[in-house]
């Protein structure tokens, strides 16, 4: 039994009993632990040890969609559910490696047969009275990839139906509770943000002169903005937002009782609210000729990472 040490050693193991080591082990540990106040107190905890494990999600980019399973889970079914869990393929190491032991795992269960798997993160899933650290993974399959029916072991008791749904449908699934295992949520959602995340356009910032070299002339302030919205319904066409920071920004100045262009509430409004429109943003389109007000737009997008372009073609479709 290993003692956790910090700055200072705060547990101190006093007597550890086994309480059943029928199919796992399951002891009760009575310790002595060093509170933050500096005070010593004794307490006792039943841990049960069922040994680290790894589970794994397989997806296909091109058809968006994960390879899941279905099993019975008799805690589950103690509990009030049904008991048929959706999941992501998963077993115990039991003295393997992760990468070698889940290799095995998903082809046992799933029938498909994967090459290079990816490390995602590790977990305790239930730290308060279980040891079990969980190694994550993911990897991509082909439909050629399976390479036998799955479903488990029938000696260990595992009679696995094996799912290949559309990630889409997989987090409906998880929103209306039909998918409630933890470790499979963890895996479907870092699909959703890392591995397929939803196609969408960008809201593009068009960044331009307003007021630089007009003299503060009103037609050529408005040829500025026409200029600029000249390459709105171009990005519009290809599948993003574009926005005009002067759309927002010249009415709020209004509201906030701004006569002029230049005059005290407009200096203290105008760059700031396209400052913060910015954060709002993903990407600039900075057009046009001399502009320290653009530029300075430029200089904040690339501060908050964001894409800056400087012509239509360098955008894709959305």
């Known amino acids: ?51 680290d494990g790894a589970t794994i999600l397989l997806y296909n980019r091109q058809k968006r969609t994960v390879i899941l399973i279905r099993q019975f889970r008799f805690p589950t079914y103690r509990e009030g559910h049904d008991g048929f869990l959706i999941e992501s393929a998963a077993g115990l190491l039991e003295q393997a490696s992760p990468e070698q032991r889940i290799r095995a795992e ?22 308060g009275s279980v040891t079990e650290r969980l190694h994550f993974f993911v990897a991509e399959y082909e439909p050629s990839s399976r390479v036998s029916d799955g479903g488990g072991l029938v000696h260990e008791g595992e009679d696995i139906e094996v799912l290949e749904l559309p990630l889409a449908q997989a987090m409906q699934m998880v929103a209306d509770g039909r ?8 895996l479907l959602q870092h699909a959703q943000l890392h591995l397929m995340p939803v196609k969408r356009g960008l809201q593009i910032l068009i960044a331009g002169p307003y007021r630089s070299g007009t003299g503060d002339d009103p037609a050529l302030m408005a040829a500025n903005v026409a200029a600029m919205e000249a390459v709105c319904l171009p ?10 920071g002067e759309w927002l920004a010249l009415p709020m100045l209004a509201l906030a009782g701004s006569r002029q262009v230049g005059d005290a509430v407009y200096e203290e409004l105008f760059h700031p609210h396209a400052t913060r429109l910015l954060s709002h943003c993903d990407a600039v ?15 904040v997008a690339r501060s908050l990472g964001l894409a800056v372009y400087f012509s239509l073609e360098e955008i894709t479709q959305a």
């Open 106 to 127: 998903v082809e046992e269960e799933t029938g498909y047969k994967v090459g290079q798997v990816h490390k995602v993160f590790d977990a305790f899933m239930s730290p």
């Open 179 to 186: 998918i409630c295992d933890g470790k499979t949520i963890m």
């Open 1 to 51: 039994m290993r003692e956790e040490n910090t700055e200072q050693q705060r547990v101190r193991i006093q007597a550890v009993v086994t309480l059943s080591h029928d199919w796992y082990l399951l002891q009760k540990t009575t310790f002595d632990y060093l509170r933050r106040d500096g005070q010593w107190q004794t307490q006792t905890r039943e841990t049960y040890d069922r040994g």
């Open 285 to 299: 389109l900075r057009i046009g000729g001399a502009s320290a007000g653009a530029d300075q737009m430029v200089v």
């Open 235 to 244: 990005l519009y066409a290809q599948g993003h937002l574009p926005v005009l």
